[in-house]
C-alpha cells in the first residue's frame, strides 16, 4: 500500500494528504457593502464584506499617520456550530478568539495593500462565520482578499483613487500532523484530534505574512515543519488561482 493510500485511508473524509477541500466564492453576496463574498470551503462557510468609512482612526489623526487604514471583525453566527454559540453581546465582551482571529485577519489583509493610496479612509472588513468545520480564519483571510479586491475595484471606478492599492494576493490555509502525517486544510474532526496545527498566511509572491503552529499533543521536528510548508505552500498556490477566477468570473 502507498503512502499517500495510507494517509487518504487515515483521513477522516478520504481526502489526500495535499488535497484541499472544494472551495467556490460566491461574490456580491451582501449588495450594500464595496465588496463581498461568502467563501465555501467545504462545509465552512463564510461571508466577506468591505466597507468604506471616509474618516480613519482617532490615533492617526493623533499621532500625524497618513494615508489610510485596514480593520477587520470576525464574529460566529450562533448557528455556524452543532451547539448554538451565543453572540458575543449576549455576554457583554468579545472572547478571546474572535478577537484573536480578527486580529489577525487585520494584519493579513494590511499586508497586501498600500495604505498610503488608499487616502484618508478606512477598510472595513467583517467575517460573519455562516457554518464552521474548521479553518474559519483561513477561510476568512482568503475571502476576504476576494472582498477587498472587488471594493478596490469600486473606489477606483468611481476615480476616488487613481491607482490600485492592492500590492499581492493574499490567502490562508491550515495544514497540521493527523495520526502523525502531515496534512493539508483540516476539517473540524481533524483540527480537534491533530497533533499539530498550523495556520499559513502567504502572498502570492510567496512571501509570509504569517505562521501559527502550536504542538498540541506533543512536539514536531523541523523535517515535518518543512513537510507542512511545503504542503500548504502548494495549497496556497491553489488557492491564489481560485481567488483569481473569482474576480475575473462575469457578476
Ligand atoms: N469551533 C466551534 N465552536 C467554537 C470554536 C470553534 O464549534 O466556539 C469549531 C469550529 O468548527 C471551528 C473549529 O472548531 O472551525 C476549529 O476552531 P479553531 O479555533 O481552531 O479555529 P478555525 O480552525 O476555525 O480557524
New binding site residues.
Given amino acids: 500500500m502507498s503512502d499517500t493510500t495510507q494517509i487518504s485511508r487515515s483521513r477522516q473524509d478520504g481526502r489526500a494528504a495535499d488535497h484541499l477541500r472544494p472551495v467556490e466564492f460566491q461574490n456580491h453576496i451582501a449588495p450594500h457593502a464595496s465588496g463581498s463574498t461568502l467563501i465555501e470551503w467545504g462545509n465552512?462557510r463564510v461571508i466577506c464584506a468591505v466597507m468604506i468609512e471616509e474618516t480613519v482612526p482617532r490615533w492617526m489623526k493623533d499621532q500625524g499617520v497618513t494615508g489610510g487604514w485596514l480593520t477587520a471583525e470576525y464574529s460566529?453566527l450562533p448557528y455556524s456550530?452543532?451547539?448554538r454559540?451565543p453572540r458575543d453581546i449576549s455576554k457583554g465582551k468579545l472572547d478571546g478568539?474572535s478577537q484573536e482571529?480578527q486580529r489577525l485577519i487585520g494584519r493579513a489583509l494590511r499586508a497586501c495593500i498600500d495604505l498610503e493610496k488608499v487616502g484618508q479612509r478606512t477598510l472595513c472588513i467583517d467575517c460573519d462565520v455562516l457554518q464552521?468545520?474548521?479553518?474559519?480564519?483561513?477561510a476568512a483571510i482568503t475571502g476576504s482578499y476576494v472582498a477587498l479586491s472587488l471594493a478596490v475595484q469600486k473606489l477606483l471606478g468611481s476615480g476616488k483613487i487613481p491607482t490600485s492599492p492592492l500590492l499581492s494576493p493574499v490567502a490562508a490555509v491550515?495544514v497540521g500532523l493527523v495520526n502523525g502525517h502531515p496534512c493539508l486544510d483540516l476539517n473540524?474532526v481533524e483540527?480537534?484530534t491533530a497533533d499539530v496545527?498550523m495556520?499559513l498566511v502567504m502572498n502570492a509572491q510567496g512571501g509570509w505574512v504569517e505562521i501559527q503552529g502550536t504542538g498540541e499533543k506533543g512536539t514536531f521536528s523541523t523535517e515535518q515543519f518543512n513537510q507542512m510548508l511545503t504542503l500548504g505552500k502548494a495549497g496556497l498556490h491553489q488557492l491564489f488561482d481560485l481567488q483569481n477566477k473569482a474576480l475575473n468570473q462575469k457578476s
Avoid: E, F, H, P
Fill in positions: 465552512t460566529m456550530t452543532l451547539q454559540k478568539r482571529i464552521a468545520d474548521g479553518g474559519t480564519r483561513t491550515s473540524y483540527d480537534s496545527d495556520n
